[in-house]
């Protein structure tokens, strides 16, 4: 291959994403960062272009609001648990539907339903799930642990609504890991295998030495796409526990949402965003290095 | 033998138990979509006096009177759906166009460079609540408030790194030679990018398509707060509410019927998932 | 795949080279120019209106004259059928079509919740009759807090897309201050909504729901008083009376006290009776949810207890106080009688179970008592009663009284844009929409917008209509919670007092927090509220509300020396 890229692929591979992203978002950006260096919310009234400045005064309050820090843990927590639990039954899930039998599209048309649907009305089915009236109180009563079943208030407990918001994620998300990984397997040359099943390895080998390095890259793709937008979790936390009990389940996005949208904080909320754009831009970078590093 | 059958057995254990659990709240969903109001708040799985009031209401509004508490007249769903149908085909398509060209041109000859690539993830690391008010104030001096070309250009930047990253992944594992092959065979390297890569990446193409087709439909906040009159379907779902609390019946039934258009895509995707190596390069 | 960085490597914002700057400020430049073209060009069009016009079967058969008359009143009195109210309203817009300042065919437009566009609809379908010349279109939000981002949205890039925001009372102080709310007193001076005299929205919510610093920015819409709604047929049972005589020894009686309620509550969850769904009947349900209505069961007793919320010479929060804990104290030991539900579910809850019979004291808007009453699935149509919320006992001058007061929450007033293009004939709408007749025939129309004015309850014109809408024993006690209801936190920042509140008072009742703690977290994230707007700001509205606050509460501030 040319070092030099050709002139079409030159200009055809930068010119239109800088037009979309620098048209579209550049401007908005610099606004926001501006925002979050003075004090300003519509309730001062005073036009936004007037006023006063605040230098690091917003990232300093940032840096001493608990419940802020609470919310960046917590949410950190949430991805660290949703994120490998997905990826695992995902590629599992993506494994055992490489061999074909009949009905396979339809039953991957089923798999990956949950996409279909907004995160929205997502969250609405598993809020009236985890009602005492709902099916879940109900069907556990039936065959686990009995009559006390109707007694689990899941939202009342931090731990338990914590747990309720995962299974809404898990529910939803697996299927897109599934899906990237699918076509990931799929996309594995079948001589190779043929290569390596006529040498006598066996289906584990072949997994963990054919097929799993060759789609590493896609998994590291995968694992980065998925770990940001987990992050920003704000559907199912809204919807099914606003944030609660108190703010016990309050994920970092719901909390900049309040502060930017209900207390009209719009500086305080700015900084806090861009800290947190810059903590994960941080941990993404090093995590992309690691990852996908080699190219 | 028997460990064979063992295995087996085991996974297509595991797949039902997957299937069973994808299925149940979907179940519950249609369910809830025929249950009269009473009902939405009982635990049954099947409604006891089903019921197509829910799904009248999405297409004929004008049928008050079935919800006690005086809902509010809305147009017909039809109006946000084909809306919601241009912009998310319309994003989709500018975000994979312009994903596949940054993606081939990265992978290739690292134009762009690998610093600007990880740098489009940025459009992903942002929660989304504080970047209201300045787009807010950018699309208003544009014009580009209640009007569709506003929301498709909004989800084409967002998205577009998705289509970058998915892309680089399936084309960087295309061996260099083929396109060598052809550029030797004087062919120019446009046609090398579409006769060559794009059969290929055929399943990376149709995936990240999908994931940005989706991300456009169902995507909420920008949409709300966008629009005023012309609302796309996720807005117009988040108004089946009355004065007494949200219609979930009526809102289960606009989520179903708005995930057919993706079900029906995703269907006939699935051809495409599978790559063309088994089909070799003939030639050469 | 060229392992070293190529030279044709170009980081997007930190390299130096100077072309790969230009490229990218360049494409940003030309980006925005063919933005705004494309969206110049592609904008939507100015809507051509689509109100409501179904054929109105009135009695109505007077013409509309031709000559506009003008607003003073002539000898032939245009509009007999109509209020004064409605009547001035009608012919001012009349004069300003005439005089040119609104141009017939222009259209005013509404931002409203869904809930309320029955009422709406109904008030675009009357005004359409007397005024034509001029269209309303309905902007309509799912939910409430859509309506609110909208608004500020709208405060921010001051486009003109509306001209009139049905908003809730809590918002006014922040809508005022954003520079959305247009300061309306002297139209109320021109046009007379008449909020004096005997067809006036009662006082003191007429007040405290359109004043903000002493100036008129809205009119009000709707009364959202909290009553007491219980159970006659549990009270009223012999058997039960007996029972509860032995063990308390006093009679059963609508409770005038926290503490009878505590103990009615505790009487009847421990009968545990079943509703006919099979649900299990608490003996109480008060708000404590955490969406957003933890406050209003927590600061009604804080306020009957003689409270303040803040200091009237200094802003200080007052929530760390006696009367802070003494609430806090109240609601957890009504706790094991309240449903586990009530801390997690959403405020709809609290009227799903009382109208399936699974609650025996409770409080909420006026739409609890017209659903238990009539909707479909109630099975306590008979058998709901209202009477006033208890109260605290204090002493006032050495005599022990009950203090009772009501809280108003949220509220649906109207205001008018300060960026509308007709802002007069937007007023005009709204003192039209809320005239005493045609007021009555909007809020009877629909659900949330309920009774203010008090000629809808006293007045024999209108009585009957209310009366069929609401249940006569209703309309009694619902005046008189009225006369002693109290404000929200209207003032700047109102919504991010109440959400803090609110916070603090479910987690206490989860169990997540204890009092001491929530009191003191509260004063502090008071206070930098206030210091962020600048407190004598604060302190200027503050003053102003506490003045409107109902007499029972000023009382008990007087007595505790809140209040001089």
Request: a positive charge.
């Amino acid at each position: 291959m040319p070092e030099k890229p050709p002139r079409p692929i030159k200009i055809l591979s930068s010119l239109p994403l800088n037009l979309l992203l620098n048209g579209v978002l550049i401007i908005p950006f610099i606004i926001m960062i501006y925002l979050a260096l003075v004090k300003w919310s519509p309730l001062v009234g005073v036009n936004w272009w007037n006023a006063p400045f605040g230098g690091v005064v917003n990232f300093q309050r940032a840096l001493s609001d608990s419940r802020f820090i609470e919310a960046l843990g917590r949410t950190a927590l949430f991805v660290a648990i949703v994120v490998p639990l997905e990826l695992l039954i995902g590629l599992l899930l993506a494994y055992i539907l490489q061999k074909p039998f009949r009905g396979k599209r339809f039953v991957i048309s089923l798999l990956i339903y949950p996409l279909m649907l907004p995160p929205v009305v997502v969250a609405t089915v598993f809020y009236l799930f985890f009602q005492p009236y709902g099916p879940v109180n109900n069907i556990f009563l039936q065959y686990v642990i009995g009559p006390r079943a109707l007694n689990i208030y899941w939202f009342l407990d931090p731990t338990l609504a914590f747990i309720t918001i995962i299974v809404a994620d898990t529910w939803q998300w697996t299927p897109f890991m599934f899906l990237i990984m699918y076509s990931g397997l799929s996309a594995v040359p079948k001589r190779l295998i043929e290569a390596a099943e006529v040498l006598g390895a066996s289906e584990w080998t072949i997994f963990w030495k054919v097929r799993l390095p060759l789609i590493k890259p896609l998994i590291s793709v995968a694992v980065i796409l998925r770990s940001l937008e987990a992050f920003k979790v704000f559907d199912y936390v809204y919807v099914m526990t606003g944030g609660g009990p108190g703010t016990s389940t309050e994920s970092i996005s719901l909390y900049i949402y309040r502060l930017a949208i209900l207390y009209s904080d719009i500086s305080y909320a700015a900084a806090v965003s861009l800290i947190v754009l810059a903590i994960i831009f941080i941990v993404s970078y090093f995590a992309v290095k690691i990852l996908v590093g080699r190219r | 033998m028997l460990r064979r059958i063992l295995t087996n057995a085991l996974m297509w254990l595991v797949l039902i138990i997957a299937v069973v659990w994808t299925v149940i709240p979907v179940m519950w969903m249609i369910s809830l979509s025929f249950k009269t109001y009473g009902e939405w708040r009982t635990p049954s799985l099947l409604p006891r006096n089903p019921t197509l009031d829910n799904y009248i209401m999405l297409f004929s509004p004008q049928a008050l009177g079935i919800f006690i508490a005086y809902t509010a007249i809305l147009e017909p769903i039809v109006g946000p759906l084909s809306r919601t149908l241009i912009i998310s085909a319309t994003a989709t398509v500018i975000a994979v166009m312009i994903g596949f060209f940054t993606a081939y041109g990265a992978s290739r000859y690292n134009s762009p460079g690998p610093f600007t690539l990880f740098f489009t993830l940025l459009t992903r690391m942002l929660p989304p609540a504080t970047f209201v008010t300045p787009i807010v104030i950018y699309f208003t001096t544009l014009y580009l408030i209640d009007n569709i070309i506003g929301l498709i250009l909004l989800y084409a930047a967002t998205t577009v790194t998705y289509a970058i990253w998915i892309l680089k992944g399936f084309i960087d594992a295309i061996p260099v030679e083929w396109e060598e092959a052809a550029l030797l065979e004087g062919a120019s390297p446009l046609q090398v990018l579409f006769k060559v890569i794009i059969p290929i990446a055929r399943p990376g193409l149709v995936v990240a398509g999908l994931f940005i087709f989706l991300m456009a439909w169902t995507e909420l906040l920008f949409a709300l707060v966008l629009t005023n009159l012309n609302v796309p379907l996720s807005v117009q779902v988040s108004k089946y509410v009355t004065a007494v609390g949200a219609l979930w019946g009526v809102q289960a039934a606009a989520a179903l019927l708005s995930s057919i258009i993706p079900l029906v895509i995703g269907y006939l995707i699935q051809r495409h998932l599978i790559t063309g190596f088994t089909f070799g390069l003939v030639r050469g | 795949m060229g392992g070293e960085k190529a030279s044709s490597e170009k980081p997007k914002k930190f390299d130096p080279d100077r072309r790969q700057f230009v490229i990218t400020i360049g494409s940003a430049i030309v980006a925005l120019g063919i933005g705004y073209a494309l969206g110049y060009l592609t904008k939507p069009v100015e809507r051509i209106t689509t109100t409501v016009t179904k054929t109105v079967t009135q009695t109505v058969t007077q013409t509309v004259t031709a000559a506009p008359p003008s607003p003073t009143p002539t000898p032939v009195l245009e509009y007999p059928e109509l209020s004064d109210v409605a009547r001035r309203a009608v012919l001012g817009v009349k004069k300003l079509i005439a005089d040119g300042v609104v141009p017939k065919g222009a259209t005013l437009r509404i931002l409203h919740v869904a809930g309320s566009k029955a009422q709406l609809e109904k008030a675009i379908e009357l005004w359409s009759k007397y005024v034509p010349e001029i269209k309303v279109e309905l902007i309509t939000m799912g939910t409430e807090p859509d309506v609110y981002t909208k608004a500020m949205s709208e405060a921010v890039t001051k486009t003109g897309a509306y001209d009139i925001v049905t908003i809730f009372s809590t918002w006014l102080g922040d809508l005022v201050e954003a520079g959305l709310a247009k300061d309306i007193t002297v139209y109320f001076s021109k046009y007379d909504p008449e909020y004096v005299g005997p067809n006036a929205p009662i006082e003191p919510l007429g007040s405290y729901t359109t004043l903000y610093k002493g100036k008129r920015y809205a009119l009000t819409l709707d009364s959202d008083v909290f009553t007491l709604t219980y159970r006659k047929d549990l009270l009223n049972d012999p058997k039960y009376k007996e029972e509860f005589k032995a063990t308390y020894g006093y009679d059963l009686k609508v409770p005038d006290t926290w503490e009878e309620v505590i103990n009615i509550a505790e009487f009847f969850t421990n009968k545990k009776l079943t509703s006919p769904r099979g649900g299990r009947v608490w003996g109480a349900y008060f708000y404590v949810e955490p969406a957003f209505a933890a406050y209003i069961s927590w600061t009604n007793i804080f306020l009957e207890a003689g409270g303040i919320l803040f200091d009237l010479e200094t802003m200080d929060p007052k929530v760390d106080s006696p009367e802070g804990r003494y609430a806090f104290d109240i609601l957890l030991k009504l706790k094991p009688f309240m449903p586990p539900e009530a801390i997690s579910a959403a405020w709809a809850d609290l009227y799903d179970k009382y109208i399936h019979g699974e609650s025996v004291l409770t409080a909420a808007w006026p739409s609890l008592t017209k659903m238990a009453i009539s909707s479909p699935d109630s099975v306590v149509k008979e058998v709901t009663g209202t009477a006033l919320m208890p109260g605290v006992k204090l002493e006032i001058g050495g005599k022990p009284t009950i203090i009772r007061a009501s809280p108003n929450p949220v509220n649906w007033v109207g205001i008018v844009s300060n960026y509308s293009k007709y802002p007069e004939a937007s007023y005009l709408f709204l003192q039209f929409m809320t005239a005493p007749d045609i007021g009555l025939e909007v809020i009877l129309s629909g659900v949330i917008l309920d009774l203010f004015r008090e000629s809808w309850f006293k007045d024999p014109k209108y009585r009957p209509k209310a009366a069929a809408g609401y249940g006569a024993e209703f309309l009694d006690a619902y005046l008189e919670s009225i006369k002693i209801s109290y404000p929200d936190f209207i003032i700047r920042g109102g919504p991010e007092y109440a959400s803090k509140l609110t916070t603090a008072v479910n987690a206490v009742m989860a169990g997540t927090m204890d009092p001491k703690t929530a009191l003191s977290t509260v004063a502090a994230e008071w206070d930098s509220i206030t210091k962020k707007y600048g407190r004598d700001a604060q302190l200027e509205a503050w003053r102003a509300l506490a003045q409107l606050f109902p007499e029972p509460i000023k009382m008990a501030w007087k007595a505790k020396g809140y209040m001089k």
